[in-house]
């Protein structure tokens, strides 16, 4: 029988309890339509914690068109002489991505990575079940590495714990980091590539907990073999971090029991635990846009429910370690996951999750970034999920590159997220957003609500060193502009350097190769600087304010 998929487990779930969900959840709410003023502090002395460098990582996987197409395309008219796109490295080398994971996903859980290194024309072709697709092997470890030298980022690699073991975890380890003697290493510099990678990071598996994954397994399964991994790892480079693989998310039954059972065994062994998680106007918003803003609300939710998890098992364990957070899977995606977005019929790199984005999605993408950086003192690496053509901000075809609506926020987070991050609590008017329509589980329980939220979300930052600051505004009023009041403490703005913003008539509007700037970034009327400034956002936006200090 065939194995069931992450989004039919979400739908059996989904349908398992409906009728309570509906009964529970709460159909349109009234809006009232306040006009108070919303008022920011921005006290430079409520620091959070530094805004990690990897926060705004992406991800790439042996799925569909990302790496094949996208990445790596021999073919293609911008290929440079090892097969990669040169466009799509300027653009990446551009963006300024500073962690990329590779190779997956769930086609890691059945990826053998000796199949993707030596010699070109050996290596074989292999069925991808995950995605039932054809693996040429043409692009492996050392063409990832390449890759990532030519981009400027750094590599997160993924390990097979589906039908891959402890040994070839630690071999693989050997292959990229140790400089020589050894027959892994040694096997490396045959190939062609005298020095060493230096890996720092390393995910422990995808998605274990999923039925939908190769060789899932029982929590204290994958705990114990995550514990055998990381010590034979570890024994090969001691300065590695491993991320154990946390739940796949909220949606499933045992979410929060897994990490739990998970860090009891190899809390010890481990420096973070991984979090996944997808959006969409569906179900769970009951396709409801209003709500729908209100979504990154969910990714503050599911960071401090898994800190917290990881806090108990320190307390059991009276250790004075704190894990930190991999928030390696996190987009809007939720209409290309069924059918043929999601089966390629044995096909070579077919076209598979290329999501279109709109207006809507890139503001709550802009949301998202908001609460990753609030968490920064928990959250350390973060990717987007993915970088090219597969649920991404970049797309490709034959004559370039398109940029999707949500790569706009998503570069200004690069661009401006800096240095260290500020405790915000912005005081103004909001809705009311009550129990969700997706129960969460087979029990048939609903998605709770958020209670009060605010029309305008804001996160801050402050790099002390280039004396500038910068200001993250969500206007998740769809219908009225807000007017923000900010008041700065210990610190006074002495210039606008940029005031920029994504908002549009049509929420549903967005970009494609036909039509590629339908949807992009706008400039506002520069506030006048100052301890008291007064910012209007308009309705349906999400803005960025950088300043001088």
């Known amino acids: 029988m065939k194995a069931v998929s992450r989004r039919q487990f979400i739908e059996k ?32 002395g409520r620091q959070i914690a530094p805004v990690s460098h990897q926060l705004f990582g992406s991800f790439l996987e042996q799925l569909g068109r990302a790496i094949y197409e996208g990445v790596y395309d021999p073919a293609s008219k911008f290929a440079d002489e090892h ?3 040169t466009d799509v490295i300027r653009e990446v080398r551009e963006l300024g991505v500073p962690i990329v994971r590779w190779p997956g996903g769930n086609f890691v859980s059945g990826y053998h990575w000796l199949d993707g290194v030596g010699p070109k024309d050996k290596r074989p072709t292999v069925l991808d079940r995950a995605w039932d697709s054809l693996e040429t092997n043409q692009f492996g470890t050392d063409e990832f590495i390449e890759w990532t030298r030519l981009v400027g980022t750094e590599p997160l690699m993924g390990l097979n714990f589906g039908t891959g073991t402890a040994e070839d975890a630690a071999a693989l380890v050997e292959y990229c ?18 020095e ?22 029982p929590a204290r399964d994958y705990g114990l073999k995550a514990t055998d991994a990381a010590r034979q790892m570890r024994a090969v480079d001691p300065a590695i971090k491993l991320i154990a693989c946390g739940s796949s998310g909220p949606f499933m039954p045992t979410y929060i029991e897994w990490d739990r059972t998970v860090l009891e065994e190899c809390y010890d062994v481990v420096d973070a635990i991984s979090l996944h998680h ?54 809007v995606w939720y209409r290309a996951r069924s059918g043929d977005f999601t089966d390629g019929h044995g096909k070579p790199h077919p076209h598979l999750l290329e999501e279109p984005y709109n207006l ?87 998605s709770p609500g958020f209670g009060e939220v605010a029309w305008v979300d804001v996160a801050a930052t402050i790099d002390t060193a280039s004396k500038a600051a910068a200001l993250f505004l969500f206007n998740r009023n769809l219908d009225k502009a807000q007017d923000v009041e900010v008041t700065w403490r210990h610190a006074t703005p002495t210039g606008v350097t940029g005031f920029v913003t994504m908002t549009g008539p049509d929420l549903k509007a967005g970009n494609t190769f036909a039509d590629p700037k339908r949807v992009t970034p706008q400039t506002l009327e520069n506030p006048q600087s100052g301890s008291r400034m007064l910012l209007q956002l308009p309705a349906r936006s999400y803005s960025v304010l950088s300043l001088a200090l």
Not at 196 to 217: A, R, S, T
Not at 399 to 418: D, Q, S
Request: glycine share 10%; aromatic share 10%.
């Open 177 to 194: 980091n140790l400089a020589g003697g050894t027959k892994w290493s040694q096997l490396r510099r045959a190939h062609g590539y005298t």
């Open 278 to 331: 997808y959006w969409g106007n569906d179900e769970e918003t009951n396709h409801d846009s209003q709500i729908y803003m209100a979504m990154n609300l969910a990714m503050d939710r599911q960071i401090g429910e898994i800190a917290a998890v990881c806090d108990v098992v320190r307390a059991q364990k009276r250790s004075d370690k704190q894990l930190w957070l991999s928030f390696d899977e996190w987009n």
């Open 196 to 217: 060493p990678y230096g890996v720092k990071f390393w995910c422990l598996g995808n998605e274990m907990d999923g039925p939908w994954q190769i060789g899932h397994m």
């Open 360 to 446: 809507e999605d890139a503001l709550l993408v802009g949301g998202l970034a908001n609460s990753l950086i609030r968490h920064s003192d928990r959250v350390k690496v973060a990717c987007l999920a993915q970088l090219v053509n597969v649920i991404a901000p970049i797309a490709t075809n034959a004559e370039g590159i398109l940029r999707h609506t949500i790569y706009f926020p998503y570069a200004w987070a690069l661009k401006y997220a800096r240095g260290r991050a500020l405790s915000v609590e912005p005081e103004g008017p909001g809705f009311e957003v009550a129990a969700l329509g997706r129960p969460i589980d087979n029990f048939g329980l609903p």
């Open 13 to 44: 779930a989904t349908k398992a309890g409906m009728a309570t969900a509906a009964a529970a959840s709460v159909g349109r709410f009234g809006i009232a339509q306040s006009t108070t003023t919303t008022r920011v502090i921005i006290d430079t």
């Open 83 to 85: 097969g990669f796109r």
